[in-house]
């Protein structure tokens, strides 16, 4: 069944056309650690994004592999952009996503710190 998120003012929202996942990841890398993300992966395919394309700003860093979407309005980064070896993906921040439980995931713990 399709899930949706949002940025925290509501201007940015989104579906993912999918089950919602029950496990998740988390990265001590600098960026996802200050930000405290849980993320899922999903094929862009499955994502839509329904309101806020004109109030999207973006940020990359490092080696530019994965453009970080946020909101310009309230800085919310509900979702980024990016590619794996099977095509271009979405990174969703499930912190933004209000009918996922986080306490109830598997969290898979990554070392992107040392990346």
Known sequence: MPYTG??????????IAADAPSE???CNCSHC???GFVLTFVPADQFTLDSGADKLTDYQFYKHNITHRFCAICG???FAEG???DGPIRAINLCCVPEVDIDTLKINRVDGASF
Do not use: E, W
């Open 6 to 15: 949002s940025c925290h003012c509501g201007a940015v929202t989104f579906t």
């Open 24 to 26: 998740a990841m988390s």
């Open 33 to 35: 650690s200050r930000k």
């Open 76 to 78: 919310t980064q509900s």
């Open 83 to 85: 590619k794996s070896l």
